[in-house]
């Protein structure tokens, strides 16, 4: 791996520093040569980020410890410490099926979490100049009427009360907490500007620090079923999003957001291509034969034909993103899972 050599460029907190996307957006930070500060829920989390960095960049990565960051001023001790921050990356909201207070698994996380943290910057962080955040697809897409293209001028149809619908209390979460943000900085003018991440189903290999497999993001839950032989009976329904992106994309994103000064005041759709389960096995068939024992004999493909189309030129003309491909994505997230668990 290349590293950068020389004073760095920058000072960047990244919040939600153990997550997956997070771990990729701390390494592309790394690499450009920014020192990077990362908020986690534990000493536990901080240690193993920092000490699963490559050693020449160990000393410009640390952390910071923030509990619960729906609580009111959570990040107000991370800006009065001192450190004086360039850029912030918010990549802190959950994403997770398995809900049981929608409010309070996801809803209080995601807009407490996300105007909270700008709030905290506007009153102590002088010196930082944008904010970019993690948003996703699911604030841009309508699944009850499909746009025929998707692009970063949509907005998903959800208000408060779809967070009480089990399908929809994610997607709820993303957009509102996304519009919030927006509304926060149209009406209370910061000292800095934003720009969001909306990014699809997001696949790619595994974080250094990922304790064990089950950990693991729940968007590559499908590969690494795949793998170890949990679909051999039958694939799983690829429903209900059929585009993909690759994690190492979706890190570039946020640090070309933060390095391209006309990204400033824009939202960015970020997605790679399309997929389906079915192309996901043969990817892995055709690139790990000694792994087809495990696959199921399915030749039915769900992709629909009428799918949704996206413009993410956007992303390619500001940010200059050049997507990798299903092809790469799932076989570098195999060999991650591969790497990680040798008996496979």
């Known amino acids: 791996m290349w590293s950068y050599v020389g004073p760095p460029k920058g000072k960047v907190l990244v919040t939600g520093g153990s997550g997956f996307i997070a771990s990729h957006i701390i390494d592309a930070f790394l690499d450009d ?3 990077v500060v990362a908020t986690v829920r534990s000493n536990e989390k901080g240690r ?5 960095a490559p050693l020449l960049q160990q000393k410009n990565i640390s952390y910071v410890v923030v509990g619960d960051i729906a609580e009111e001023g959570a990040f107000d001790s991370v800006f009065k410490s001192g450190s004086a921050f360039d ?16 409010i309070k698994d996801l809803l209080d996380p995601a807009i407490k979490g996300t105007t909270g943290i ?20 699911a604030a841009i897409i309508n699944p009850l009427k499909h746009a025929q293209i998707y692009d970063e001028t949509n907005w998903a149809p959800w208000t408060l009360e779809d967070i009480h619908i089990p399908k929809r209390a994610y997607e709820t979460s993303k957009a509102l907490s996304e519009k919030a943000a927006w509304n926060f900085v149209e009406t209370e003018k910061p000292n800095f500007d934003l720009a969001t991440i909306n990014c699809t189903f997001t696949f790619g290999p595994l974080q250094r620090s990922l304790p064990n497999l089950d950990a693991m993001n729940t968007s590559n839950h499908r590969i690494r079923d795949m793998v170890q032989g949990k679909m051999k009976g039958g694939l799983s329904p690829t429903m209900p999003v059929f585009t993909f992106v690759d994690v190492r994309d979706v890190a570039q994103a946020h640090l070309k957001a933060v390095t391209m000064p006309e990204a400033g005041g824009n939202r960015f759709y970020v997605v790679g291509g399309y997929f389906s389960n079915k192309r996901i096995a043969d990817v892995i068939q055709h690139s790990f034969p000694e792994l087809a024992a495990r696959l199921p004999e399915d030749s039915h493909d769900d992709f629909p034909a009428d799918v949704y189309k996206f413009d993410n030129s956007k992303s390619r003309r500001i940010l200059g993103l050049d997507y990798i491909d299903l092809d790469k994505s ?13 008996e496979l």
């Open 33 to 35: 040569g920014f020192e």
């Open 87 to 102: 850029y912030v990356v918010h990549t802190a909201s959950p994403y997770t099926l398995k809900v049981h207070d929608p």
């Open 48 to 52: 193993a980020i920092v000490s699963s």
């Open 118 to 137: 700008l709030k905290s910057v506007k009153a102590f962080a002088p010196t930082v100049k944008r904010i970019v955040i993690t948003s996703s697809s």
């Open 330 to 342: 799932v076989r570098d997230t195999v060999q991650s899972i591969i790497d990680r668990s040798p």
